[in-house]
């Protein structure tokens, strides 16, 4: 089924440790995302990609680091983990921002 | 900055009435804005997407309707059934720039009740 594909679905870290999430779509999406979900504090964006080639910061990058791959991957690596990154990690992407975003189903990421 | 608030944080009804969530934006140069469902431990399903130009999107039992000048929209469901019970998530995209990201709202935890 056409849609956006997210890597891990669970993942449990130590502090310090590192990981990449990954994000694949294949409906030939230009732009790309990743929000993060907490308790009280709703999805806040972490990076974007507008385009294949280009990433920008979002509201909460710190921490964090993008590789937009190709036109449908768009990975984020966590270089140090640390417990205030344990959340609920969502990819998504939109062709262009008149015709909507479309999410995957997340990865629960805690980190002890 | 734009932000977006949803009312109620939270709405339990019986199964069978009908039923109004409200979003509201600061910034009324809005590009669209869309309209999500999460159920528990779930991604995100969109359910309609209203362009700054249209008044309303309907699907289904649901309809939804923008006031862009006013910087508010509701979302409205008929006949609710249980199956109804979820998060529902209001979003909007700032108009202008090329990145397209979206500002959401926290959210209103819909239980409806058979």
């Known amino acids: 089924n056409a849609g956006v594909t997210q890597t891990p679905k669970f993942q449990v870290l130590k502090t310090g440790q590192s990981m990449t999430l990954q994000c694949a779509q294949d409906?030939?999406?230009?732009?790309m995302y990743w929000y993060r979900q907490d308790p009280g504090m709703g999805l806040r964006l972490i990076y974007y990609?507008?385009?294949?080639?280009?990433?920008d910061k979002g509201e909460v990058p710190n921490g964090y680091n993008v590789s937009r791959l190709n036109k449908r991957e768009f990975s984020l690596r966590l270089e140090s983990a640390a417990p205030s990154q344990t959340s609920v990690y969502f990819c998504a992407s939109s062709l262009l921002g008149d015709r909507g975003y479309t999410f995957g189903s997340g990865t629960r990421l805690t980190v002890v | 900055k734009q932000e977006v608030t949803q009312i109620p944080a939270a709405l339990s009804v019986p199964e069978g009435e009908n039923l109004v969530l409200n979003c509201s934006f600061t910034d009324s140069a809005i590009y669209n804005l869309q309209w999500f469902r999460q159920d528990p431990g779930k991604g995100l399903t969109s359910l309609l997407l209203?362009?700054?130009?249209?008044r309303e999107q309907t699907s289904g039992r649901l309809n939804a309707s923008l006031d862009k000048s006013s910087g508010r929209s509701t979302l409205y469901i008929a006949a609710s059934q249980p199956g109804d019970s979820a998060t529902y998530l209001c979003?909007?995209?700032?108009?202008?720039?090329?990145?397209?990201?979206?500002?959401f709202g926290k959210g209103t935890l819909l239980t409806v009740n058979p």
């Open positions: 990609s507008a385009s294949e080639g280009t990433t």
């Open positions: 409906m030939n999406h230009n732009s």
């Open positions: 979003a909007v995209r700032d108009s202008g720039g090329s990145n397209y990201k979206l500002t």
């Open positions: 209203i362009q700054s130009s249209q």
